[in-house]
């Protein structure tokens, strides 16, 4: 990237190379990439931080899915549109890969003409979903959602995903280097837009700088936890796979502060969303609005496990 920190990057014009179009481009991003198994990695793992980090990524998508048509504006339809398809397309060889390197982890009953990643996206039940339990809450546009937690959110998520990605990149897993060094180049652009929106409500009006105070207020709770390390990604981490979350956060925060700061806004002073007996989402403990958002992503593809298309 051209610049250092996420404002600076809203004032600095960007190149044909660093610039967000429909999710970067068309071309394989798998091609040509080696698919061995690390040394040292324990095929389990390595398929349960797929999942993490593919989860993370098609639930956000799902829920950005719900603005289309309802954005306040047309150009944000697109926008939330082209930046949720950024996120199924990085969650689509996280699952592939999950696939190869653990076929026992495939949901039983599927028919096996269904690919990997659509078993593991439509026909695992919500206590098997490993995503952070960030993406999953109902900021959208129905009762109780709101547009400026939606922004909240995607600050918060591109902040910590880029960061955690553009360490993926030198992971030993040569898969997940790949899907990393394009995500990096999308979360780039995720980040921007977002910190872009935060300046515009936080710094505008007195009710859109109300509504993103209260947007903030939302998300900031689920912070915490993307700091948490899990046993698996610690593992991994030792092994040169994966990168450990908690090593992320005084970069992420720094992002934040900035954001914030720019906008005339403050860290909300809120209670972290505590743990369930000590486990979250990595460990399939989700929030009420989970089973409702699978309901809905997964209900064509259960009713009709058949078909194809």
């Not at 040292?40 to 048509?69: H, I, K, N, T």
């Not at 990168?243 to 954001?259: F, G, W």
Request: charged share 25%; glycine share 8%.
């Amino acid at each position: 990237m051209a610049f250092d920190n996420a404002y600076e990057s809203l004032t600095e014009e960007h190149g044909e190379e660093t610039r967000w179009a429909y999710g970067t481009g068309f071309a394989d991003t798998m091609a040509g990439v080696a698919h061995a198994l690390p040394a040292g990695a324990d095929p389990a793992d390595l398929f349960a931080y797929c999942l993490m980090l593919g989860d993370d990524a098609l639930v956000l998508a799902q829920r950005l899915a719900e603005w289309c048509s309802r954005a306040p504006e047309l150009e944000e339809d697109v926008a939330l549109a082209n930046i949720g398809l950024d996120l199924l397309g990085q969650a689509r060889p996280l699952y592939t890969r999950a696939g190869e390197v653990y076929p026992a982890g495939r949901p039983a009953g599927v028919p096996r003409h269904v690919p990997d990643e659509d078993a593991l996206a439509y026909f695992r039940d919500e206590h098997a979903f490993r995503n952070v339990r960030l993406v999953e809450i109902d900021c959208g546009p129905g009762p109780g959602g709101d547009f400026a937690a939606t922004i909240a959110r995607l600050l918060v998520f591109s902040s910590w995903r880029l960061a955690l990605l553009s360490r993926l990149t030198s992971s030993t897993d040569p898969v997940l280097a790949a899907v990393a060094a394009k995500g990096v180049k999308e979360l780039a652009y995720h980040r921007d837009h977002a910190a872009q929106w935060t300046l515009r409500l936080g710094d505008g009006t007195e009710e859109s700088h109300r509504r993103m105070v209260a947007g903030l207020a939302t998300v900031w709770p689920l912070l915490d936890e993307l700091f948490i390390a899990h046993p698996v990604e610690l593992r991994l981490a030792e092994t040169g796979v994966a990168a450990d979350p908690s090593a992320l956060e005084s970069e992420v925060d720094e992002v934040l502060d900035q954001v914030l700061a720019r906008a005339g806004l403050d860290r909300p002073e809120v209670r972290p969303l505590a743990p369930v007996g000590g486990r979250a989402g990595r460990d399939g403990v989700h929030t009420e609005a989970m089973g409702y958002l699978l309901a809905e992503m997964q209900y064509l593809a259960r009713s009709q496990p058949e078909a194809v298309w």
